[in-house]
């Protein structure tokens, strides 16, 4: 509030400055203008936000669930959300800010859940390589992902599951598993893959951890699984009544394609890797290089010639298309825990596990959620007040402070 009001006073005509303490009135609405250009600010190049007011949402062909997710991001962190007051416990500077949307699919929302939900897994690692598998689903299958998301993507997670629990069994042992849903490529087209991190361990018949020891450097042959996999997928599209011959015939006629990295250093490589995928968006707003009223330009790697950098250019109405493409169905639950990992296993049966293996369990510290101050760098920012559209109490607005006459 103090850095506004001297940037207010700066702009003001010298007839108006005073070197006395002064009471100085701003309407909310231009302070509300002045504290979106700040956000604006913090994205020069644009956002998604941005791209998203600048064309009509009710006049195109979005469902109701998706047009509510695309007008709570554009509405996020401005006026029409309201916002709250905050005051410094140290040095008593007072600041208005607007509240966020919290919707899973916004780029601004996210960084706080990532972090709590990483901080929750590291009580879950177990003393083992851990390796990453991405099983994609092949582009044949987009149309039913567009018309029915629900029944694709729940086919995906189990089926992958379902592979990796039967090679899980051929060795002997019960294994687990932690699936990241993504639905999106680079360029904002559909393309469905599951982020799946498995311990190389598990749990024999006995109930006695079991590493999984192999002399190459993947958890198990990547042919195979793709194979299994494969298998896997159609039996369950058939058995959910989907018996199109051609394009069963069309499935099995490809190569399905199932990506395997190098295990992990240990579990501190694990939980900083985990970070990269679990509370990721279609695109983040650093990619976005301009936004104009008609088309939005934005950076992207093309994996198809090695990861070479490029950038894109789309109408707003079409890049708004392709971002809702990535919309999950309500209440879709994007991050699954399987196996050893899941919750029933965390309920008692992890903890006695990592008890047997003699495994110190890191004490988490809660981490508090209240931001610094800006004015002094060292108080915590209390929320004193709270507000909605028509804005903060006329009190709030009246500001006292001693202005120079340099």
């Not at 494969?230 to 399905?256: E, H, P, Q, T, V």
């Not at 006695?352 to 760098?377: G, M, Y």
């Amino acid at each position: 509030m103090k850095e506004l009001n001297r940037r207010w006073n700066t702009s003001m005509s010298a007839s108006y400055r005073i070197s006395s303490r002064t009471a100085l009135w701003i309407p909310f609405s231009l302070y509300a203008a002045k504290m979106e250009s700040r956000s604006k600010a913090k994205h020069q190049n644009g956002s998604v936000a941005d791209v998203l007011r600048k064309i009509n949402l009710s006049a195109r062909n979005f469902t109701a669930h998706q047009e509510k997710t695309l007008r709570a991001l554009s509405y996020c962190r401005t006026s029409a959300l309201g916002g709250h007051i905050d005051a410094c416990d140290e040095c008593g500077n007072m600041s208005i800010s607007y509240n966020s949307c919290r919707n899973r699919h916004c780029p601004q929302c996210q960084g706080h859940k990532k972090e709590e939900w990483i901080r929750k897994r590291e009580a879950d690692l177990l003393p083992c390589s851990y390796y990453h598998l991405v099983f994609t689903l092949p582009e044949e299958l987009n149309g039913l992902a567009i018309a029915n998301p629900t029944l694709i993507y729940k086919t995906l997670f189990e089926a992958a599951w379902a592979t990796l629990n039967q090679f899980g069994k051929t060795e002997g042992m019960q294994l687990g598993m932690i699936a990241i849903l993504h639905t999106w490529g680079q360029n904002l087209s559909l393309h469905p893959h599951l982020h799946c991190i498995v311990p190389g361990g598990g749990i024999d018949h006995h109930g006695k951890w079991k590493n999984k020891v192999r002399t190459d450097k993947y958890l198990f042959s990547v042919k195979a699984l793709s194979k299994v996999f494969r298998a896997k997928f159609a039996a369950s599209l058939k058995a959910c009544g989907i018996k199109d011959a051609d394009l069963m015939d069309r499935l099995f006629a490809k190569n399905w394609v199932v990506y395997a990295k190098r295990p992990f250093g240990g579990p501190k490589q694990v939980i900083e890797y985990l970070g990269r995928y679990t509370h990721k968006v279609a695109i983040s707003n650093h990619r976005i290089k301009e936004v104009t009223d008609q088309q939005v330009r934005f950076a992207y790697k093309d994996y198809r010639k090695g990861g070479k950098k490029k950038e894109m250019t789309l109408s707003n109405e079409e890049f708004a298309r392709r971002f809702s493409l990535h919309i999950l169905p309500k209440r879709f639950v994007r991050i699954r825990h399987y196996g050893i990992l899941s919750s029933s296993w965390k309920r008692g049966k992890l903890q006695a596990l990592q008890s047997d293996l003699k495994i110190k369990i890191p004490e988490v510290t809660p981490k508090t959620l209240l931001n610094k101050c800006r004015c002094c760098k060292e108080g915590n920012l209390v929320t004193i007040a709270v507000f909605g559209q028509r804005g903060p109490p006329q009190d709030f607005l009246f500001v006292t402070q001693t202005l120079s006459g340099k």
